[in-house]
């Protein structure tokens, strides 16, 4: 099977602007979850879809928002983009079961560097 | 906040030997996920261990848990310059999302 895909792969903007990630998932998996990677607070959870539904969501404010299609791609968008939106954003997919119990795979991951 | 806190922070070592890291965490875990990055990539699952096992092999890697001290230990034997990266654990809740430590730096010298 192919793994999780994310485009693009790096990605530069200024600040007020909006930027919109995409991510493919293991094919048969139907949860997605967004993940934000910076130096300073390390690896934190953003939100989950389940079955173009949210299901899960972090402590991120507003301006973070997503999406899950039929196909079980997701899009994760951002807007007014900040200096500290600057980050490695990564996707996992998983088949999701309850409780959590099975393995998440993640994908390459977005830079997204903020100017 | 982080569920998982790996131990130590950072970690230099030459080819062959053994380098091992810890995890603790703080709330009751369902299973307990190592995973690894290597710089500024994706990160590889490398092994799950669930709350009813004491130990797990995967190659090269060995994973204790320790659920009444709440912490874990990976091991990786014969280290090799490939297994230079970062080193995280990571503990789902009860929907899933993933907790991760700050992770463990390996160096891993020629």
């Known amino acids: 099977k192919a793994g999780v895909t994310q485009t693009p792969r790096y990605l530069i903007k200024t600040r007020g602007q909006q930027v919109t990630l995409s991510c493919s998932p293991i094919s048969g998996h139907r949860s997605v979850s967004w993940y934000q990677q910076t130096p300073g607070q390390g690896l934190q959870f953003l939100f989950e879809?389940?079955?173009?539904?949210?299901?899960n969501k972090g402590n991120f404010p507003g301006r973070f928002s997503g999406r899950q299609f039929s196909n079980s791609r997701s899009e994760m968008n951002v807007s007014t983009l900040e200096l500290g939106d600057s980050a490695l954003y990564l996707c996992?997919?998983?088949?999701?079961?309850?409780?959590?119990?099975?393995?998440?795979?993640f994908g390459p991951g977005t830079r997204l560097l903020v100017l | 906040s982080q569920q998982g806190e790996e131990d130590p922070q950072a970690l230099s070592i030459q080819e062959g030997e053994n380098a091992t890291m810890n995890c603790s965490y703080k709330?009751?875990?369902?299973?307990l996920q190592w995973y690894r990055q290597n710089s500024g990539r994706g990160l590889v699952h490398l092994i799950l261990?669930?709350?009813?096992?004491r130990e797990k092999h995967s190659g090269r890697l060995r994973v204790t848990l320790d659920t009444s001290k709440k912490s874990s230990s990976l091991l990786i034997t014969a280290s090799r310059a490939a297994d230079t990266a970062s080193y995280f654990c990571?503990?789902?809740?009860?929907?899933?999302?993933?907790?991760f430590g700050a992770g463990t730096q390996v160096v891993v010298t020629p």
């Open positions: 996992a997919s998983r088949s999701w079961t309850s409780g959590g119990g099975e393995t998440q795979y």
């Open positions: 879809y389940f079955s173009e539904t949210q299901r």
């Open positions: 709330t009751s875990i369902n299973n």
């Open positions: 261990i669930r709350s009813n096992e």
């Open positions: 990571a503990t789902p809740d009860s929907w899933g999302k993933l907790q």
